[in-house]
Each structure stands twice: as structure tokens, then as C-alpha cells.
């Protein structure tokens, strides 16, 4: 083979690996760009995926979250008394049950020393009690009436001062003690639209100095869609009576009576220092009492609709 022949199968053989070289390289960086490309694939398809599960996560705690706020606005509209023909009904008749039930009403407070034992005997007992308060006091402890709130108790109203002077000067200043004690409950309790419908007048409504006034103040705060309501039992606690002995001597004079009972208890005496411990420390006996007799416990939320 001559020197051209060399040189031209040289240059041949050169040209070939060269080409074989360029395709070996094309060769991988087609592969190099199909794993990039596949793993840019994957990490697009994770983080897709990551972003779907996210927001598919985020959904589920905004429909949660937004289920648990349906839920407790239904839990506070459902503690807000709504005053309707059927509830004025059973108040008319509140006196009259098939059954046997009880209502137990504190007067006068809250007070610092009684409220709480009362209120600790009432949860351990699973009872729920309404509260009739005064507005002085309640601007005095308001946590207390928080606490009677939150645990299921109803709150109304015994007016703002328990001086008969005052409240009774004129049948208005009666709706008007009503209003201001009402102010100072929902201020406790933090819920500006609550409104018991429901008062009970100092000394009661039947009869006494200011019996004129309060038949007046009658017809005035039912144009004010609330109603009142007094007691057919009471424990005498604010009569003499002290001890548990002679609360229960004072609820058998009446109770036998009746099925449906309303008892009056207080808390304490408006103006003085004086409370009414016996009444708290007595408050086991008393609902052991009722339930020996085989009375159910409620509370206004089952008469005032």
C-alpha cells in the first residue's frame, strides 16, 4: 500500500472515531437531558402533588375551622333567650306540670363568699339554677356571673339597687332599674344581646307598700316584652331561718303541695356584710331532698323559649 493510500485510510479511520466519538457524546447528552428531564418531571409532578395536598389540607382545616365557628355561634344564639308566645305560656303556667320539677332561684347576689360554694355544689350535682342578680352587685363581681353564664345557668334580673324607695318612686323607674341591671349582666357576661325577659320584684309583687306601683310596673314591662315571676316554696333563709333543719322544715309546709315548684334561696342581704353560707352549705340536703321526691331540676331556659 503506497504512502496515499496510508494517509487516506488514516484520515478515514480518524473521521470514523471522531464521529463515533460525537455520537457517543450526543448519545449522552440526549440520556443527561432525559434524566433531567424525567427527574424535573418527578420534582414538578412531588411538588405538585405536595402543593395539591396542601391545599386539599388547607381546605379541610378551613372547613373545619369554619364548622367549629357555625357551631359555637349556634351554642351562643342558643343562651340567648327569645321571649315567645309559647314561652309566655309556660311561664302562665308555670305552676301547672304533669311531671315533677323543680326551679331553684338565688336572689340577691352574687356574692364573693356564696356564689362559688353554690355554684361548685350546682356542676358536681349537674344541675343548672337561675340566678336572679343585682346590678350593683354584678358590677362588683363580674366574674362570678361569667362563671353562672358559662356553665348553663340562667341569668335575669332582680333589678339594679333593692331600695324599694328607688325602684318603686315610680312604675317607669322600675323598667328602668330592670334595664340598668340588664346593662351590667351582659357586660359581665360579655354578650351584648342577651336579655332574660324575665325579673323578679324586690320583696316580691304581691302586695305591701308599693303594690300600686307594681301592678303599674306590670303592664310597663310587658310592653317591654319581659315577664316576672315570684316563688310557691321558699327556704326562709332570709326570715330567721339558719340551719338546714329548719330550711327543710319550711320547704315541707309547701312543697308537698305542688308538682311544680319554684323555690326561693338568697345569696345574701343587699347592703350589709351579712351572707348566707347556710344556705350554700345546706344546698346538698336541699337537692337531695327534692330528689328523694322524685323532682326533676330546670331552669328558665326550658320555660322562656
Known amino acids: 500500500m503506497d504512502l496515499i493510500s496510508v494517509k487516506r485510510e488514516y484520515r478515514n479511520r480518524k473521521n470514523i472515531a471522531i464521529a463515533i466519538s460525537v455520537l457517543i457524546v450526543i448519545i449522552v447528552f440526549v440520556w443527561l437531558g432525559l434524566k433531567i428531564n424525567s427527574n424535573t418531571q418527578n420534582d414538578i409532578t412531588k411538588t405538585a ?16 375551622r369554619k364548622q367549629e365557628e357555625a357551631k359555637q355561634e349556634e351554642e351562643r ?6 321571649l315567645t308566645d309559647e314561652g309566655r305560656n309556660n311561664l302562665k303556667n308555670i305552676y301547672h306540670s304533669e311531671t315533677k320539677r323543680v326551679f331553684l332561684t338565688f336572689d340577691d347576689g352574687p356574692s364573693r363568699t356564696v356564689t362559688p360554694v353554690v355554684l361548685d355544689t350546682l356542676k358536681s350535682e349537674n344541675i343548672k339554677a337561675t340566678f336572679f342578680l ?28 333593692h331600695v324599694y324607695s328607688q325602684i318603686y318612686a315610680t312604675p317607669q323607674s322600675v323598667l328602668d332599674e330592670y334595664n340598668k341591671s340588664v346593662t351590667a349582666i351582659r357586660n359581665a ?9 324575665l325579673f323578679r320584684f324586690p320583696g316580691g309583687y304581691w302586695g305591701g307598700k308599693y303594690a300600686e306601683v307594681k301592678k303599674q310596673a306590670e303592664q310597663i314591662l310587658e310592653q317591654n316584652n319581659v315577664l316576672h315571676i315570684d316563688w310557691n316554696a321558699l327556704t326562709s333563709d332570709a326570715a330567721g331561718a339558719k340551719t338546714t333543719e329548719q330550711f327543710i322544715a319550711e320547704l315541707n309546709k309547701t312543697v308537698p303541695k305542688h308538682n311544680s315548684i319554684v323555690v326561693l334561696m338568697r345569696l345574701g342581704i343587699p347592703f350589709t356584710v351579712s351572707d348566707k353560707t347556710a344556705t350554700a352549705n345546706a344546698l346538698p340536703t336541699i337537692i337531695k331532698y327534692f330528689r328523694d321526691q322524685g323532682f326533676e331540676f330546670e331552669n328558665f331556659y326550658s320555660i322562656i323559649k
Open 77 to 82: 344564639k342558643a343562651k340567648l333567650p327569645q
Open 49 to 64: 402533588e405536595k402543593g395539591k395536598n396542601e391545599t386539599t389540607q388547607e381546605a379541610e382545616q378551613e372547613e373545619q
Open 134 to 161: 343585682l346590678g350593683s352587685r354584678v358590677e362588683l363581681d363580674p366574674d362570678l356571673v361569667k362563671r353562672e353564664y358559662d356553665e348553663g345557668h340562667y341569668i335575669a334580673s332582680h333589678g339594679y339597687s
Open 189 to 197: 357576661i360579655g354578650e351584648q344581646e342577651y336579655n332574660p325577659h
